[in-house]
């Protein structure tokens, strides 16, 4: 039986071809655990999605692998935010369900956290998931024991596509929104919206709950927004974003996007934001009623959309069950902070 004795740690890089059979390993051992915790319902990264997050400049993010013999019986990613939150690293750790309670998470973790203090990190983030009718004891001990407090606990939920038409346009051309807007974009945004998305990106590291996490506001610009949308393309995932715009400013007041990648059935819910001082005028339920009309007119393949909100998050919460979101997992994200 393999001991954290045994095992030997490793680094993993997608973008060195000759580790392309490791790195492949080493997602598959993300992907095997989440798919333990969640069935068939996993929200695992594919292979070539890790790779293209291992590219971005937006994010430097480094990996390990914790090797039993040839076999990769654990791994680790730890990701530094680039352009703002220079204190913080997020663990994402998972050792294969065939090799746990043998200390591998430990070591690996370990591992994680010295190169994180080496960074000049202090605040650390790690994540646990489990489905709504269960619980997640190996997690939840796990992170306690290591350190890690409980800082913000997030509802999983999905909304089966086709929806009801008929009511979501119902809901689009219901009264109360005078003087706003909606528009919808696919593949990309133009030019002359990326400053106002770029507003809108730093509102919402503000304007949102946040539980416990020590996140800072973020800093974001043109090109930063341009960043994002060149790394979705890369991805391979089609995007379909719409706007609300206040009429009288052409001020760019809220936002909701949808990615889909592989599975290509799977829609990934994005941010969904309304700057606060437009709040009131049901435009969540428009921007969200907009996008899936679009989604089911231009991706029609896609059998559902998959969303996270923070338990605490009333509004986004009561949108997502008027347009029919039906909840199915929780998350819950830990942090563990350095003196
Ligand atoms: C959490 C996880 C990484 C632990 O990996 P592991 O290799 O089993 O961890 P270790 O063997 O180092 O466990 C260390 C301690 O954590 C606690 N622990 C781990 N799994 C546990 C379980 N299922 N039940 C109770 N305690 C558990 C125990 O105190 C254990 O010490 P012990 O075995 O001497 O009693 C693994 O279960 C996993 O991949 N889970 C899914 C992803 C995840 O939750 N990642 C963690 C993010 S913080």
Known sequence: MTTADDVRIRTVSGLDPAQDDLFRAWAAVFEASNQHALGDEHSSWGVEELRELERSTERRRLGWAAMAGD????????????????TVAEIGLAVHPDHRRRGLGSRLLEVAEEVARDEGRSVFVAETEWLADSRDVGGEEFASRQGYAAAQT?????????????????????????????????GGIPEDLLDGRAELSRR????????????????????????????????????????AVEEATGRLVGFTQVQVGEPADLGYQQDTLVMR???????????????????????PDVTRIRTWNAE????????????????????????????
């Open 277 to 299: 001082e437009h709040r009131g005028h049901a435009l969540g339920l428009r921007l969200k009623a907009a996008n899936a009309l679009a989604l089911m007119a231009e991706l």
């Open 312 to 339: 605490d998050n009333r509004h986004m919460l009561a949108v997502n069950r008027e347009l029919g979101y039906a909840p199915d997992a929780w998350l819950r994200e830990w942090q563990k902070v350095m003196p």
């Open 154 to 186: 997030v509802l999983r939920s999905a909304l089966a596509l086709p929806a009801d038409r008929d009511r979501l346009e119902a809901l689009l051309a219901a009264p109360g929104a005078d003087g706003y807007t909606t528009r919808t974009f696919s």
């Open 71 to 86: 076999v990769v019986a654990g791994a680790v990613a730890v990701t530094f935010p680039q352009h703002d939150n220079l």
């Open 204 to 243: 919402m590291s503000t304007d949102i709950p946040l539980g416990e996490l020590q996140l800072e506001e973020e800093v974001w610009d043109a090109a930063r927004v341009r960043g994002t949308y060149d790394r979705i393309a890369a991805m391979n995932r089609r995007v379909v974003d719409t706007f």
